[in-house]
């Protein structure tokens, strides 16, 4: 019998200096639904060589797709409207899923506007398992649960949650066979830098934090990967694709400090040494020295450290708590080993005041991060920033223009302070920190990629020099 032909794509273009990752989402579902059904599996990133949306139906219709399997970001699902009608054209029997972030984000209201058939939110793989089974059976997915379907009559929520997998360790390491992972090598990672042989690795899933801008994805239970599995996988890697580098994408990987120290201890039994990069962030106040010390001897080399605000009330509000006299002390340590630490920090919260507001620049200017990205807040649908802005400004919300958009450009405020001031601590929190002569030494001196330096300077300076020209 003829293989079930699936054609996925992830969409959206890079059209800044910001990072490619490897498709993760629909590599992981590629691996697990070959495992299970009869299929002919095809993954396109459109990101990796920008292709053309008309070169991606095309390719669709000569793979003779019986399923096209979307995967996006909301600031890329623009260009859903255009590739539904024209997939609808050139494939009109096949079934058209959507899924990813934008889909848990909008949920029913990713359907609207395009012509795709089906909206999976949430965590894709036991889901689409259960739309194979069904439209390979009779074709009749009204009983797969939690999926948003087109129907004659309109959208249909089916009732329930898309399921999450219980043990992790079950799924199949991600397809990386079905991408080309050296595309990925000539170009930015998440990390900021390039020709590193590297693979996006994401070690668990969920988070039992509550921040209230986060997405929810993958639920608030936090599901890992054994450091055994871990270890199994990383070797498969350097084995296979020769690579020696992994870039850690959790969204909490230290929550586990007992499994960082198993992972570290296995790590340093690989064959060969390995570098390893955090660039979505460590939880810093769950850090240790000794903590930092197993990961430094495993070969972390750049992390992330998300503070976010520098506020304690504010810490409150946002449902973070993050501890920040911890913070400061383990970045203080993380960075005098040399590890490249770069801080991630948001203003315009909701309530926040001008106290807020120097309390955050004051923590971040005194803290020995390297570098930093100060952005304004940007609700995202299905947080709960987003009903507390809902509430409180709809109007605002409704002008936010997500589409190829990403947090640099995105200029929101939810706060309780006018525009003025709160662009005016922007700019004067990327002019403060980044104009110390201090941290200007450690960048040169710490930054992975020495050679790298140049390409970065007109960003540098643009940031540095906020509010002096403009
Ligand atoms: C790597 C990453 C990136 C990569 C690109 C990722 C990609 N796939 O294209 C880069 C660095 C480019 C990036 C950029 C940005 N990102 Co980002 N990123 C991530 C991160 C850290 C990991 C993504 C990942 O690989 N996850 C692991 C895989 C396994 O999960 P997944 O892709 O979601 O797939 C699962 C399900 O979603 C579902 N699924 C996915 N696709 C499909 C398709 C089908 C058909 C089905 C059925 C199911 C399905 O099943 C999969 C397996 O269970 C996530 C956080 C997170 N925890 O996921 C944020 C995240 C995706 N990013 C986010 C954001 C906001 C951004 C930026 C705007 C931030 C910025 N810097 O300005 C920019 C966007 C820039 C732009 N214009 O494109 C948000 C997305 C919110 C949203 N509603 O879209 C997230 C969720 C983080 C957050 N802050 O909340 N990002
Ligand atoms: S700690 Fe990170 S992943 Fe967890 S809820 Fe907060 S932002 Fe989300």
């Known amino acids: 019998m003829r293989p079930l032909k699936i054609f996925f794509a992830g969409l959206g273009f890079r059209k800044s200096v910001l990072g490619t990752t490897p498709p993760l989402g629909l590599m992981y579902i590629a691996a697990y639904i070959r495992q ?54 050139s494939l009109p029997d096949a079934l058209i899923v959507i899924g990813g972030p934008h889909v848990s984000a909008f949920k029913e209201k990713s359907l609207e506007g395009n012509l795709a058939d089906v909206a999976v939110p949430y965590e894709g793989e036991l889901t689409f398992e259960s739309l194979l089974n069904a439209y390979s059976g009779n074709g009749d997915i009204s009983g797969v649960t939690g999926i948003f379907r087109r129907t004659k009559d309109g959208i249909v929520a089916n009732p329930g949650i898309t399921p999450f997998v219980e043990d992790i360790d079950t799924l199949p390491f991600p397809a990386y066979d079905l991408i080309d992972l050296h595309a990925y090598w000539k170009i930015n990672a ?17 988070c039992p934090f509550k921040c209230i801008y986060c997405h929810r994805i993958f639920g608030d239970k936090l599901r890992i990967h054994s450091a055994q599995r871990i270890f199994e996988e990383m070797k498969f890697y350097m084995k296979k694709y020769g690579v020696n580098s992994f870039e850690i994408i959790d969204d909490i990987f230290n929550h586990d400090k007992k499994r960082v120290f198993e992972i570290c201890e296995l790590i ?68 005098s080993k040399k590890i490249f630490t770069y801080g991630f920090v948001m203003m315009g919260f909701p309530t926040e005041t001008e106290s807020d507001l120097k309390q955050t620049l004051d923590v971040a200017c005194q803290s020995k991060l390297h570098a930093a990205s100060f952005y304004t807040l940007t609700p995202f649908p299905n947080t709960k920033v987003y009903d507390i802005a809902m509430k409180n400004n709809p109007e605002k919300l409704k002008n936010i223009n997500y589409d190829d958009n990403e947090y640099s450009h995105m200029k929101h405020n939810f706060s309780d302070v006018p525009d003025e001031m709160l662009f005016y601590y922007q700019r004067k929190a990327n002019r403060d920190f980044h104009m110390n002569p201090s941290r200007i030494f450690r960048i040169l001196r710490d930054f992975p990629q020495r050679r790298r330096i140049p390409t970065y300077i007109p960003e540098f300076f643009k940031r540095a020099s906020k509010g002096v020209f403009s």
């Open 36 to 89: 299970k059904f009869n299929v002919e599996i095809r993954i396109i990133n459109q990101k990796v060589n920008n292709t053309p949306d008309d070169e991606i139906v095309k390719q669709a219709k000569e793979f003779r797709a019986d399923i096209v399997g979307l995967s996006m970001l909301t600031t890329n699902a623009y260009s859903l409207p255009y590739i539904t009608k024209n997939l609808k054209a």
């Open 268 to 335: 340093g039994k690989l064959e060969n040494k390995v570098g390893l990069s955090f660039p979505n962030g460590l939880r810093v106040d769950e850090l240790s020295d000794n903590i930092i010390d197993a990961l430094t001897d495993a070969g972390m080399y750049y992390c992330s450290c998300p503070l976010e605000s520098g506020s304690p009330r504010i810490q409150k509000v946002i449902g973070k708590n993050l501890n920040i006299r911890r913070y400061l002390e383990n970045v203080e340590y993380t960075a």
């Open 190 to 206: 998440m990390t900021a830098l390039t020709h590193k042989k590297y693979v996006s690795f994401f070690s668990s899933r969920g």
